[in-house]
């Protein structure tokens, strides 16, 4: 019987579990809005002063400076921080080629030749002017004509909402070995915001499968109202790995990707990160150009932010926004809104924040909100029925096999483990009489002879027992008075 009311329990508290509503969401897969507010655009130039050394005619120092682009591209933030990872190429160049265009410019300026203004070292008909250039281009020499400082000016602009046209400067930590292997910046000053920037999340490991559907996000200029994150779809090819990267091809055969891809890297997505489908995580970087673009994995970007010295992490920032964000993909806009209204306090230009709030006021309390729909089915539409129907068909059925254990029990009583029959009662003792003196008691039980009355012979040879007439005490044979309450005894 323990057994059964056990088990009628636990039936019992399985459907009150399952008559709850559920109040847990697995977070939302498959999204690229977790990545693209740590998405930054970012353009590096050289900046060359130069100053040339006239001895043709007369000594003359002419001084110029140059801005010459090295690359612009997507970075993306990996640190509260505002440690950036893009690659090498955006930011960096070789410094004697940049020498070598700043020459060729500033000679054709001032002595009005021809020289193309290229990274090539060219020569001039009059030989004169000939020495004085080929003295000017690099090394630095003791006959030199030409002084040159080159340096790297790097500019980030972060996807905010206003759009920041000045953006913020950092400087190259490190570089890559090749032209598509990962830099690491950090900023010059303090990133924007009190707390420091959102990041982006780092996967594990890139997907082995081939055919493994990823978004590819980036920058195609200055974020503005006009410029917006651009997202691909991309899947992932067979093979590849390393700095050589890991090839796109479509399982269906519809896009050329590889070729699609490589327009966007020469536009500006060079550096964008490969968001994987499963958990919206960066699993790579977009590298390559032309009609060949390919990823490099995660495990390259993670291994040149340790040899940088510099630690991914996620901040304040991100934490309030992927706890809207959840809320906000499983359509639960009332609770969602006062989360992205706590990502812009913690930084205000945060676009998709701004844009999701708009959406999540104009449907909070409508027909779409799931925590509106929670709310009013207890006042519509009430409990459903089929639970107490459930759990009264349960309570039947334990009564029932209770019932029949029961009677099985009753059944077997006449075996030789039946319980031994109950002790006898102890036998009850006489009452005394209600009536009695508190100091002569008289038992009913007490039989008293009865006294021979006047002209009555006894037939017995015995003595005569007489009493009291007054009080009923017993008299001896020579008793003349009771001994009890002195009456006169009357003899005949």
Not at 91 to 96: A, F, I, L, N, R
Not at 216 to 233: D, Q
Request: net charge neutral; glycine share 10%; proline share 9%.
């Amino acid at each position: 019987m323990a057994r059964t009311t056990v088990l009628t329990g636990g039936v019992a508290a399985a459907i009150v579990l399952l008559a709850l509503p559920a109040v847990a969401h697995e977070h939302p897969s498959g999204i690229t809005d977790l990545v693209t507010p740590a998405v930054v655009r970012v353009e590096a130039v050289s900046h060359v002063e130069i100053t040339l050394l006239d001895h043709v005619s007369q000594l003359r120092h002419v001084e110029r400076s140059y801005d010459f682009p090295i690359g612009q591209g997507t970075g993306i933030v990996v640190n509260p921080d505002g440690a950036i990872v893009t690659l090498t190429r955006v930011v960096k160049t070789d410094d004697e080629d940049v020498a070598v265009r700043a020459a060729n410019k500033v000679f054709a300026e001032h002595h009005d030749v021809k020289v193309p203004q290229d990274a090539e070292r060219h020569s001039v008909k009059d030989a004169i002017l000939n020495r004085h250039l080929k003295d000017c281009y690099p090394p630095k020499r003791s006959t030199a004509t030409c002084i040159i400082d080159v340096t790297t000016d790097i500019t980030v602009f972060p996807n905010v909402s206003p759009a920041d046209t000045d953006g913020f400067k950092a400087e190259l930590v490190r570089a890559g070995s090749g032209p598509d292997s990962p830099a690491v910046l950090m900023p010059v000053a303090r990133a924007v915001g009190s707390v420091g920037m959102p990041t982006a999340p780092l996967a594990d490991k890139v997907p082995d499968q081939p055919g493994a559907p990823t978004s590819v996000a980036g920058l195609l200029g200055r974020p503005g109202p006009s410029v917006r994150t651009t997202v691909e779809i991309a899947h992932l090819g067979k093979g590849g790995s390393g700095e050589n990267g890991r090839p796109f091809a479509d399982p269906e055969k519809k896009v050329d990707e590889p070729v699609k891809l490589g327009g966007l890297a020469d536009r500006g997505l060079a550096g964008a990160p490969v968001i994987g489908d499963k958990d919206g995580h960066v699993v790579g970087m977009l590298v390559g150009g032309g009609k060949e673009a390919r990823m490099i994995g995660v495990r390259e970007i993670t291994s040149t932010l340790s040899k940088a010295g510099v630690a991914p992490r996620r901040g304040a920032i991100d934490s309030a926004f992927e706890a809207a964000l959840t809320r906000y993909h499983t359509k639960y806009y009332t609770e969602a809104a006062p989360g992205f209204q706590r990502v812009l306090e913690l930084y205000p230009g945060n676009v998709v924040a701004a844009d999701l709030l708009k959406v999540a006021l104009a449907k909070r309390g409508g027909p779409e909100d799931a925590g509106t729909k929670r709310a009013a089915a207890p006042a519509s539409s009430g409990l459903p029925l089929w639970p107490f129907i459930v759990a009264a068909g349960v309570l039947f059925v334990a009564a029932a096999v209770g019932a029949f254990l029961l009677w099985r029990r009753r059944g077997a009583g006449d075996g030789p483990d039946d319980d031994p029959p109950p002790p006898p009662l102890v036998p009850q003792q006489p009452a005394y009489d209600e009536g009695a003196d508190q100091t002569i008691m008289v038992r009913r039980s007490q039989q008293f002879p009865v006294v021979p009355q006047q002209g009555q012979v006894l037939t017995t040879q015995q003595p005569a027992i007489t009493f009291c007439t007054a009080c009923g005490m017993r008299l001896g044979q020579a008793h003349r008075f009771c001994g009890y309450c002195g009456q006169p005894i009357e003899t005949s």
